[in-house]
């Protein structure tokens, strides 16, 4: 509450990274009118075999998560392979919706481990179901190994997502 405080009322959005601990207990109501993006909501995530800082569970990110207020359309995400995607891509979309009621804008930073096959992710399937909801899908960042990313890439675009490429993509031979 003591941060969102100090931040100007005409911020329009909040990316905040690298958090010691999960977005569970934001003060999402309390955003101002202004700020219409926000993220990374860190979901799944690890690094180096380790769960990353501030990553929830998906089944944690569907109870303890607050829902925000509609004037927030851009979402950020960080998605992992730390656990099993136990729920289907459209509840996964649903989800999101719900958390996210003004969603316009889901910007998808996605990340395999490389012992998980891109069949253990509903990546690409999530962002079909997004796109059925009238959802944008930008996919700007994929982390995998280098045999899985141009599959990943091609069926993420075929699919209707924005894919952004940049020459820091970090893949793994």
């Known amino acids: ?15 905040f990274q690298n958090l010691s601990s999960a977005l569970s207990s934001f003060p999402a109501g309390e955003l101002s009118k202004a700020c219409i ?10 690094v ?13 990110f569907v109870t303890r998560f607050p829902k925000f207020p509609t004037h927030v359309s851009i979402v950020r995400a960080s998605l992992g392979t730390e656990g ?22 889901l910007q998808l930073e996605l990340s395999l481990k490389p012992s998980a096959t891109t069949d253990d992710v ?12 009238g959802i944008r899908v930008e ?3 994929i982390r995998c ?9 091609a069926a993420l675009s075929h699919a209707g ?9 970090q893949c793994e031979q």
């Open 1 to 15: 509450k003591k941060l969102l405080k100090s931040v100007p009322e005409q911020v329009q959005g909040l990316d």
């Open 37 to 46: 993006a926000f993220g990374t909501v860190v979901l799944q995530r690890d």
């Open 48 to 60: 180096n075999g380790c769960v990353a800082r501030g990553s929830l569970d998906f089944g944690d």
């Open 84 to 105: 099993q995607w136990a729920f289907s891509a459209e509840a996964i979309a649903e989800v999101f919706r719900a958390k996210f009621p003004g969603l316009k804008v």
């Open 122 to 133: 509903p990546f690409v399937e999530l962002a079909r179901a997004m796109l059925c909801f």
């Open 139 to 141: 996919v700007t960042n």
């Open 145 to 153: 190994r280098a045999v899985q990313y141009e599959f990943l890439r």
């Open 161 to 169: 997502a924005e894919v952004h490429q940049s020459e820091d993509e």
